[in-house]
């Protein structure tokens, strides 16, 4: 096992909401409520849950593009928490995104060319000539092709522009993606083509990647290890295949449940989880999942599970496992 290239540890981020006559702070939404978990160098580390369980969120504090209200962030180890403003800039070139919307996050009035160069320019990477070639390159190296440097994002189709959004973030040679829902806007054909796509890319640049969904079948394939995130939380980490064949947390067994099985023979017992995921500003008391949990006991409501580590190393908190 290799050593972790990136940590986070206890990981917040609460937004004040501001209400009422004075402007008094009325309410704390809690989006990420202490967030850990490591990643491997070469390793997928799959984040999964609903949405509005934070997992955005953790995903640009890790790009600090939003600012933690706590926690560490420790890659290459060092606290990135800590660097100067200039040495972040320098962080970030090695700590890529991609977006789950690539229209919206490609400038629809630049050339593509302009689009994938523009990093390499932030990072005084190379003469005009150079990011020209590497451009082209880049393009064919993402499945499409030296000419389209001089189309406009609209020009394409969504798996295009997600092609060039991922050409983008492979410009500046980056050691870690975090990819927030690249395929969820796609079809369902083109989603496993850019999944096969980022496959391919990290075993011949060794890339480490985080990489997030808000459905387990989407992760299943591409990811080593998955963390499942329920109301700004974490509540089960393991190894994929022990995840998907063994789930142990209920929230976990009912996302799964939910997950279609191709097979008609094989027999699924649904779980139908009762009410909606409670607003992070009134997060339930013990565990947060106790009142939708169809298992849950008295301590539920009582006491907020610990973190801990089963024997087949899978990370969770439920009382269940106490
Ligand atoms: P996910 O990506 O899992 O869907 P997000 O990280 O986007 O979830 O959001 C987590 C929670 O934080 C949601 O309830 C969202 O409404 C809330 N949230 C996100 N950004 C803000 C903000 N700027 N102010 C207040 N609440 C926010
Ligand atoms: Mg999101």
Redesign the pocket.
């Known amino acids: 096992m290799s050593e972790a290239l990136l940590q986070v540890e206890n990981l917040k981020?609460y937004?004040p909401?501001k209400g009422g006559k004075f402007g008094k702070v009325s309410e704390i939404?809690?989006?990420?409520d202490g967030v850990s978990f490591s990643v491997r160098e070469g390793e997928t580390l799959g984040i999964v849950?609903?949405?509005?369980?934070?997992?955005?969120?953790?995903?640009?504090m890790i790009m600090r593009l939003?600012e933690p209200t706590e926690g560490k962030i420790i890659f290459q180890n060092r606290n990135i928490m800590e660097l100067s403003k200039h040495d972040m800039r320098k962080a970030r070139k090695d700590i890529q995104m991609i977006f789950q919307d690539p229209f919206a996050s490609l400038n629809p009035r630049h050339t593509v060319g302009h689009i994938i160069e523009e990093p390499m320019i932030v990072h005084k990477m190379g003469n005009r000539k150079q990011r020209e070639a590497r451009v082209e390159e880049l393009l064919e190296l993402v499945g499409l092709s030296a000419y389209h440097a001089k189309r406009y994002p609209h020009q394409f189709s969504g798996g295009q522009r997600q092609r060039i959004g991922i050409a983008r973030a492979l410009a500046v040679q980056p050691k870690v993606i975090i990819a927030?829902?690249p395929v969820s806007a796609l079809d369902v054909s083109v989603q496993s083509q850019v999944l096969n796509l980022l496959k391919d890319l990290q075993k011949k640049f060794n890339l480490t990647y985080i990489f997030?969904a808000?459905d387990l079948s989407v992760v299943r394939h591409i990811s080593d290890r998955v963390g499942v995130?329920y109301l700004?939380k974490l509540v089960e980490l393991s190894e994929s295949e022990i995840l998907y064949t063994d789930p142990k947390h209920p929230y976990t067994k009912a996302l799964l449940s939910a997950v279609p099985v191709p097979d008609p023979d094989i027999k699924t017992n649904r779980i139908i989880l009762e009410g909606d995921v409670p607003?992070?500003?009134h997060p339930p008391a013990g565990c947060t999942f106790h009142d939708r949990c169809p298992v849950a006991m008295d301590i539920c409501s009582k006491e907020r599970p610990n973190f801990k580590v089963l024997d087949d190393g899978r990370m969770i908190s439920c009382h269940l496992y106490d």
Request: aromatic share 4%.
């Open positions: 981020k937004y909401i939404v809690r989006a990420v849950g609903e949405s509005g369980c934070g997992k955005s969120t953790t995903g640009r939003i927030d829902e997030i808000h995130m700004g607003s992070p500003a």
